[in-house]
């Protein structure tokens, strides 16, 4: 029997008007194929339970006609798209995901539709996303849609029947192999597999995806200590308009189920995601865009299907939440270059459309993003049906830090102040908090006896192995820092003298207002200035250790002349501010003029308030850190306890 001949038996017998799977197809499909894997004969009863039976008597007598297939995901393009060229030997077949490399343009798929179907051949679409990605002539022409599901029961039983050649008894729970892609439904049929073990590989494999990405010891939104303010606002909200979706009170469309959390490193964004997760009690999807740009060869089509697997995943498990890190990884549009343009607008346009919940449908999926710095955000990405709005999380106070200290030592040191020991360490975040707790821990079961206080100390601010020469001149550099903030009238919270990473010691202060006018911007800068000023009066020479300081003072100056209007020119510049200070020559020599000028006055006011630097410097060794009101008062009271 030839192979044309061959593959019309497998077209005749393997589609019966009623449904049903016919075995002796399966046998056409071994002389022709060699022995069937498991993914075609997935793939092969998953597209026979989606057709009708209309569609079924078209193919039977070989008409003509163009079909779009709905795949469930990314990953099942190929396959499925295997199986209608089984079906339909002579059909010409288009696959799109949006990342394909090979996609053909939009005119050479019309000619190609075209040739096909004046041929007497039919023309099929596979796609996840048919709308977007397969060619408008094909969706304009098609005779049939179908969506293809993942296997329900039936479907299963039927694969297992071809696949071991007996029947798959006992029950099978409904859905057992949704939120499962299709590499993962095939690889819990393993040849050794029995009905029992497939079962149970369905389950433990949609278990781990449900668990993927949140720890054991997660805690819920009313166990999670601080985030105080809006996230926790936010949160609580979602949760309770969840619960509305849930009992059918509420539409999706009504819930703000997207958002941005933005804060320095260790702030809780990613913990602040696990733990409504697990409030909700739905898996969670976590992902970056780095991980995206990491994926195979990292070239366009890699970036776009690894965004595109993360989405289907995160759709396949609904009601779900996606969590994409490291969201600043998508490039403001506005910065790039022209050659830079040319390589990321595909990407950030893909990814755009992605978010967009006007485009995708986002039912039931909730979104959140996190990113270090959030002016880098392309402008795009923050509007109602992507990201709703930005949360900031600031590093918490020492209150605050002292109940995430309480949370994660439990019952241990049950009778002492744990606020009192965050004010050891200023601007410290959670993150650092349950590293103490671990670090503490340890070293009390290094010892064997029970922790103590004094373990807690050891490792939120250990001993200071700086000579008496550093040591005095980080206490006065933050002494200058603590003056001419209160002499600009801005509220110290804390100052601390404990060396952290390549810091020396902290100042924490707070602005009187969030509109600062050019004055406020250069007592600001002033302020930052200020550490070196006192190194410079007092011992007649600065050290190196204002970097950050000048470093800051920097950014802050040319951001008011370049972005916010508050030099000679009212044009907003986008581009990053580094890239500015290194191309723009008459910037660059603004900012140094205020830098000079700002810098003179630090110099006045430190000569002027020389005693007080010296007051609040020596208390500082004495103590270490000082709240902002006992610095206060020590300048009123310089020789009081």
């Known amino acids: 029997m030839s192979r ?29 194929d060699g022995r069937p894997s498991t993914a075609d004969e997935l793939a092969k009863a998953c597209l026979d339970a989606a057709l009708t039976p209309r569609l079924r008597k078209r193919i039977r007598r070989g008409d003509t006609f163009t079909l779009i297939i709905k795949a469930p995901g990314a990953d099942w393009i190929a396959p499925l798209a295997g199986a209608a060229r089984r079906l339909m030997t002579d059909a010409e077949i288009f696959t799109d995901d949006g990342g394909s490399k090979h996609s053909k343009r939009p005119q050479t798929a019309g000619a190609d539709i075209a040739e096909a179907l004046s041929e007497g051949r039919c023309a099929i679409g596979v796609s996840p996303e048919p709308e977007r990605f397969l060619p408008a002539t094909l969706l304009t022409v098609a005779d049939a849609h ?30 057992a192999a949704d939120g499962l892609s299709f590499s993962e439904i095939v690889a819990a049929f393993r040849p050794d597999v029995g009905a029992v073990q497939l079962l149970e590989n369905l389950a433990c494999f949609a278990a781990a995806k449900a668990r993927a990405g949140a720890a054991e010891d997660t805690p ?106 490291e969201l ?23 990814l755009l459309t992605l978010l967009d919940g006007a485009a995708t449908p986002r039912e039931g999926i909730i979104v959140i993003g996190a990113t270090n710095h959030p002016e880098s955000l392309d402008p795009a990405l923050i509007r109602p049906g992507r990201f709703d709005r930005i949360i900031p999380l600031e590093p918490p106070d020492a209150a605050v830090l002292g109940h995430v200290l309480r949370y994660h030592l439990g019952a241990a040191l049950a009778d002492v102040d744990l606020e009192t020991v965050a004010r050891l360490a200023p601007g410290s975040t959670p993150a650092d908090a349950a590293g103490w707790a671990k ?49 600009s009238g801005r509220e110290v919270t804390q100052v601390s003298l404990i060396a952290r990473g390549e810091s020396g010691g902290r100042t924490i202060a707070h602005a009187p207002t969030i509109a600062p006018r050019r004055r406020d911007i ?53 581009e990053p501010i580094e890239t500015l200070l290194a191309s723009d020559r008459a910037l660059r020599a603004a900012v140094e003029r205020d830098l000079v000028r700002i810098y003179d006055r630090a110099l006045d006011l430190i000569r002027e308030r020389r005693d007080a630097v ?24 310089p020789n009081g306890p």
């Open 439 to 487: 670090a503490a821990t340890s070293r009390a079961r290094a010892a064997g006896r029970p922790l103590k206080i004094d373990d807690l100390v050891a490792v939120v601010a250990p001993e200071d192995d700086r000579s008496p020469e550093d040591l005095r001149i980080a206490a006065i550099h933050e002494a200058g820092h603590v003056v001419a903030h209160l002499a």
């Open 614 to 637: 010296l007051v609040i410097a020596d208390r500082l060794q004495e103590r270490r850190c000082l709240t902002g009101a006992e610095a206060e008062t020590a300048l009123l009271r």
């Open 522 to 574: 250069d007592d600001i800068a002033l302020a930052m200035l200020a550490g070196r000023a006192a190194e410079q009066e007092l011992f007649g020479e600065a050290s190196a250790g204002a970097v950050g300081d000048l470093a800051q003072a920097t950014r802050l100056l040319a951001e008011a002349r370049a972005r916010q209007g508050l030099g000679d020119s009212l044009l907003h510049r986008g």
């Open 4 to 32: 044309k001949k061959l593959a019309a038996a497998l077209r005749s017998t393997s589609i019966d008007d009623d449904g049903s799977y016919d075995a002796q197809s399966d046998r056409f499909g071994n002389l022709l």
């Open 220 to 325: 819920s939104l009313e166990e999670l200590p601080g985030y105080d303010g809006p996230a926790r606002e936010w949160a609580l909200s979602l949760v309770a308009d969840v619960a509305a979706w849930r009992a059918k009170k509420l539409p999706w469309r009504a819930i703000a189920a997207s958002i941005v959390l933005s804060g320095p490193p260790g702030t809780g964004k990613t913990l602040l995601a696990r733990a409504i997760a697990r409030t909700l009690d739905v898996p969670i999807v976590s992902t970056s865009c780095g991980a995206w740009f990491t994926t195979r060869d990292g070239n366009l089509g890699d970036v776009i299907q690894a965004a595109q697997a993360d989405f289907d995943a995160a759709r396949a498990q609904r009601p779900t939440l996606l969590f994409i890190d």
């Open 328 to 350: 600043d990884g998508i490039p403001d549009r506005r910065n790039l270059s022209s050659r830079g343009r040319d390589w990321w607008q595909p990407i950030v346009n893909f």
């Open 146 to 175: 179908l969506t293809v599901a993942p296997p329900d029961g039936a479907v299963l039983r039927r694969v297992f029947h071809i696949l071991r050649g007996r029947r798959l008894r006992g029950p099978i729970p409904p859905g």
